[in-house]
């Protein structure tokens, strides 16, 4: 059973540009949820998605949007980027939406410049 | 909103001893409470969970509990290893919350030989 994984491990961006991350979910889980991790503090809610649709959202802007494709991999996308948006992205994965447990990946380091 | 407050925000213990890290929270309405570990440059591995209708679970060195009248639930480790070093999370849901788990800050635990 593969765990969730994420792509890239790190990325270097400037600001105004836009920006990709990817996430493939834990064998058999339908549900991905996205969290932002500053340096030195706890991971925050961005959105979850379930079957493709979004189910659920932090409190992040609009430019901050996901796709969820069949197979349940999932897509971060932050448009515009801050210098703020540099952080740790996180994706974890649940068995359903009504799992509790979710199990996180490893990451996207993404720096803005 | 939800909010988790977590104590102390460093722990240095002596290998062999206890550390003890403390989370409370603010929505009576949350009913699970996991803890993550994570260790530099990789996500969060969830190590423990409980749920609002358990007082105390423990699994090996590991124990967490819960007292739901107080909203405070706590990490107990015990015959600590210098493997253990690493960043503590603590987390709450609320029941059908569409996966936002909220987290405290984070304690980082240095476990000395």
């Known amino acids: 059973e593969t765990g969730v994984t994420q792509s890239p491990t790190h990325l270097i961006k400037t600001r105004g540009q836009q920006v990709t991350l990817r996430c493939s979910s834990q064998?058999?889980?339908?549900?991905v949820s996205w969290y932002q991790q500053a340096l030195g503090q706890g991971p925050q809610f961005i959105f979850q998605?379930?079957?493709?649709?979004?189910?659920g959202r932090g409190n992040f802007p609009p430019r901050f949007s996901g796709l969820q494709f069949p197979n349940y991999s999932s897509e971060l996308n932050v448009n515009a980027l801050e210098l703020d948006d540099s952080a740790l992205y996180l994706c974890?994965?649940?068995?359903?939406?009504?799992?509790?447990?979710?199990?996180f990946g490893p990451g996207t380091r993404l720096t803005v410049l | 909103g939800e909010n988790v407050e977590q104590h102390p925000s460093t722990l240095s213990v002596q290998e062999g001893d206890s550390a003890v890290i403390k989370c409370t929270y603010s929505?009576?309405?949350?009913?699970?409470f996991p803890w993550y570990k994570q260790e530099l440059g990789k996500g969060p591995q969830l190590i423990i969970d409980?749920?609002?209708?358990?007082g105390e679970k423990k699994d090996q060195r590991i124990a967490v509990t819960l007292n739901k009248t107080a909203k405070h639930f706590s990490l107990h480790i015990t015959e600590t290893q210098p493997e253990d070093s690493a960043v503590y999370f603590c987390?709450?849901?609320?029941?059908?919350?569409?996966?936002?788990?909220?987290f405290g800050k984070g304690t980082k635990l240095s476990v000395k030989p």
């Open positions: 998605y379930y079957r493709e649709e979004e189910n």
């Open positions: 974890a994965s649940s068995l359903d939406i009504s799992s509790d447990t979710q199990y």
């Open positions: 064998s058999g889980h339908n549900t």
């Open positions: 929505d009576s309405a949350s009913n699970y």
């Open positions: 409980i749920r609002s209708n358990v």
């Open positions: 987390a709450a849901r609320r029941g059908g919350s569409q996966g936002n788990l909220i």
